[in-house]
């Protein structure tokens, strides 16, 4: 459809399917943007709009992460023989070990040349159906290691909201799902009608730039500086390789253990020895991609003691072990330069 800037006229014909397919556990903000942008009858600015059907990838009964009953009178069979086929963020255990049923769906569907989307995590979905071999793909920025290791195949890109490459889209997490169905809107119907649901919608037609991305998995470093935390943070940072507790860290601050204690998990979200764990692995983290020491040279200069406990605490908060994180980023470095 050309976009001369004005609303689209209406359309003819049948309306282009859009097939959602639900697993038990689906992120419910992620399900429910793709049933707000396709699902909404939107006849007034295009007619026909889409036909939206969520279409069940398991055995049910089937509700989302929030406790939401799905109820739908289709499946798998559907799924394959929509026009738009996506693959909504989806729950750890589907992440890893996706409904054979479904795989074989995605590439029925793929074959036969339908759009295929996957929002947010629903990328490992498409992954492990072998459709984004030797393509680019993003998702949620929190998975980037994890999913660069599982499945090296893909060339993983870290900071876009999204990436289309054929018939195949993949997103980035959360907000970035809006981007990809308005997206999907504009390359249907054109900019004007994109923008008017946009509109109605109250979020932006169109951002610039990529995900807010952070390449290591781990929060930022805080920044307040409220409540008097500040420096003895930055105190912390600089000491991390010597034995710290709270009792060190409160005498530090001037405060008592259980004062201090609260006012950190006040301030900061966490706990101050949680806290310190994550600032551990992520000195590891720098250490990894821009030195060679040894890891266990790396698990003394971080606090962590001898390479075990560094393999186990970093592990549990990655999801790879330090051996293999060094290999991806140094991997990814060398490419990029």
């Known amino acids: 459809m050309e976009d001369d800037g004005s609303l689209a006229r209406p359309a003819t014909g049948r309306p282009h399917i859009v097939a959602v397919a639900v697993v038990d556990g689906a992120a419910t903000f992620e399900l429910a943007v793709p049933c707000e942008v396709f699902g909404t009858d939107r006849s007034d600015i295009v007619n026909p709009w889409y036909d939206l059907r969520l279409c069940a990838a398991e055995a049910g009964p089937l509700c989302t992460s929030a406790g939401l009953v799905l109820n739908t009178p289709y499946g798998l069979d559907d799924l394959a023989e929509a026009d738009t086929v996506v693959v909504a963020a989806c729950p750890r255990r589907v992440q890893l070990n996706p409904p054979p049923g479904l795989l074989e769906a995605l590439r029925t569907a793929h074959a036969r040349g339908r759009r295929i989307v996957s929002l947010c995590s629903g990328a490992y979905v498409l992954a492990a159906s072998g459709l984004l071999n030797g393509r680019r793909a993003t998702t949620h920025w929190m998975n980037a290691v994890d999913f660069a290791h599982r499945f090296p195949r893909v060339t993983y890109d870290p900071s876009s909201l999204y990436i289309e490459d054929g018939a195949i889209l993949t997103s980035a997490g959360t907000g970035a799902v809006i981007d990809t169905c308005l997206h999907l809107v504009r390359h249907d119907h054109g900019s004007a009608v994109a923008n ?38 930055d105190w912390a940072r600089e000491r991390l390789h010597e034995p710290l507790t709270v009792a060190r860290l409160a005498r530090e601050a001037h405060l008592s253990e259980r004062t201090f204690a609260r006012r950190f998990r006040d301030t900061l979200g966490t706990t101050p020895l949680q806290w310190i764990l994550q600032e551990r692995v992520r000195l590891a983290q720098d250490l990894l991609e821009t030195t060679d020491d040894p890891v266990e040279s790396v698990a003394r200069r971080t606090g962590f003691g001898n390479a075990a406990n560094l393999r186990r605490h970093f592990g549990r908060l990655t999801t790879v072990s330090p051996q293999t994180y060094r290999h991806i980023f140094r991997q990814r470095s060398a490419t990029a330069s």
Do not use: I, N, S
């Open 196 to 233: 008017e649901v946009a509109r109605r919608m109250v979020v932006p037609p169109h951002r610039e730039g990529g995900q807010t991305q952070y390449a290591k998995p781990l929060p930022p470093r805080t920044k307040r500086r409220d409540e008097g935390l500040g420096p003895v943070l």
